[in-house]
């Protein structure tokens, strides 16, 4: 079956570390793939997508993701997480169906920021 | 910067009763959608909508649910009797193309009692 895979429930970093969020998708043809972010009370705010061509693109807030064809992984980087950064952040996949329009969600990941 | 935006932000309601949420999508976009995401679970597709008809729905959205454009700019769901199952996050898409990027709305959190 098609789906998204964050393997990360929780993850805790320092302000002023390294991030990196996982995700995984399975599907025969790579999909269009998304990471959005939730803030407390906000709605889904883009951060990124990857339809083809550079394989590392670049976001908004300093984020930035790498599309790896040989390990179906779509994942979330950021070299200095500020505090504001708290969020949960999801990814998301738009398989390459014939009239298929919905995004499929992994399950999120929970950013916590330690002081 | 435009945005989508929809009411109310939260909804309280009683099981049984209908309840109707309002969207409006980006003004240019032509394709819509609504997603839920129950508490601690993953956001799910509901619908999409285009050029005035469903053009997809998932299991969930069943008989009790129905979307609408009544004018240029809305776009609602209306749960005809809810169930306290319904209780959940909604969320409003919009997009330029189908295969193009969603714009999600903040949101409305419905509890059914």
């Known amino acids: 079956a098609q789906s998204v895979t964050q393997p990360d429930i929780h993850i805790t970093v320092s302000e002023g570390a390294s991030l990196e969020l996982r995700c995984n998708y399975s599907?025969?043809?790579?999909?269009?793939l998304f990471w959005y972010v939730q803030s407390p009370g906000q709605g889904l705010q883009l951060l990124l997508k990857?339809?083809?061509?550079d394989t590392l693109v670049q976001g908004i807030k300093g984020f930035e993701a790498e599309f790896k064809r040989s390990q179906s992984s779509f994942n979330l980087r950021k070299p200095s997480v500020h505090w504001s950064d708290a969020a949960e952040y999801f990814c998301a996949a738009l398989p390459l169906g014939r009239s298929n329009y919905q995004l499929i969600w992994g399950a999120g990941t929970k950013l916590i920021i330690k002081p | 910067e435009p945005e989508v935006t929809q009411t109310p932000s939260h909804q309280v309601t009683q099981m049984g009763q209908e309840v109707i949420l309002r969207c409006v999508p980006i003004s240019n976009h032509l394709y819509f959608y609504w997603y839920r995401q129950i508490l601690g679970q993953k956001v799910e597709f509901l619908v999409s909508?285009?050029?005035?008809?469903?053009?997809?729905k998932s299991e969930i959205f069943d008989d009790q649910f129905s979307v609408e454009r009544p004018d240029g700019s809305n776009f609602t769901l209306k749960i005809r009797s809810t169930k306290l199952e319904d209780s959940a996050m909604y969320f409003c898409?919009?997009?330029?193309?189908?295969?193009?990027?969603?714009?999600f709305g903040p949101g409305t959190r419905l509890l059914v009692l």
């Open positions: 599907y025969g043809a790579t999909p269009y």
């Open positions: 898409a919009s997009s330029l193309g189908g295969r193009e990027t969603q714009y």
């Open positions: 990857y339809f083809s061509g």
């Open positions: 909508f285009y050029n005035n008809e469903i053009s997809e």
